[in-house]
Nanobody
Framework: QVQLVESGGGLVQAGGSLRLSCAAS?????LAWFRQGPGKEREFVAG????????NYRGSVAGRFTISRDNAKNTVYLQMNSLKPEDTAVYYC????????????????????WGQGTQVTVSS
């Protein structure tokens, strides 16, 4: 079992930055960030392999968001820059079903543990 605790959400103006953190109870799983905006389906944002060697980004956030992990702290970070109102959503951290996977999948069904979510609101 993997426990995940997110933090770092908040309210920011368009063009601003936020950093989300996800503290995990295990370090040998790929972790990803998903988000769900009002009236929208949950969508993949970014993911990182268990050892940090592979990363995957949603097209609309590539170049603005950076995912990283510090396995000494069992924590994954999502640095979000140049935020836009369309980035407004609840952001969830998720853990891959399979340990030590080196390919970062963007399919929600490949993740079986989820955090409680943290709200990110970007005002225009």
């Amino acid at each position: 079992q993997v426990q995940l605790v997110e933090s770092g959400g908040g309210l920011v103006q368009a063009g601003g930055s936020l950093r989300l953190s996800c503290a995990a109870s295990r370090r040998d799983y790929a972790l990803a960030w998903f988000r769900q905006g009002p009236g929208k389906e949950r969508e993949f944002v970014a993911g990182i392999s268990w050892n940090g060697g592979s990363k995957n980004y949603r097209g609309s956030v590539a170049g603005r968001f950076t995912i990283s992990r510090d396995n000494a702290k069992n924590t994954v970070y999502l640095q979000m820059n140049s935020l836009k109102p369309e980035d407004t959503a609840v952001y969830y951290c998720a853990s891959d079903r399979s340990p030590l996977r080196v390919v970062v999948t963007s399919t929600p069904d490949d993740y079986n543990y989820w955090g409680q979510g943290t709200q990110v609101t970007v005002s225009s």
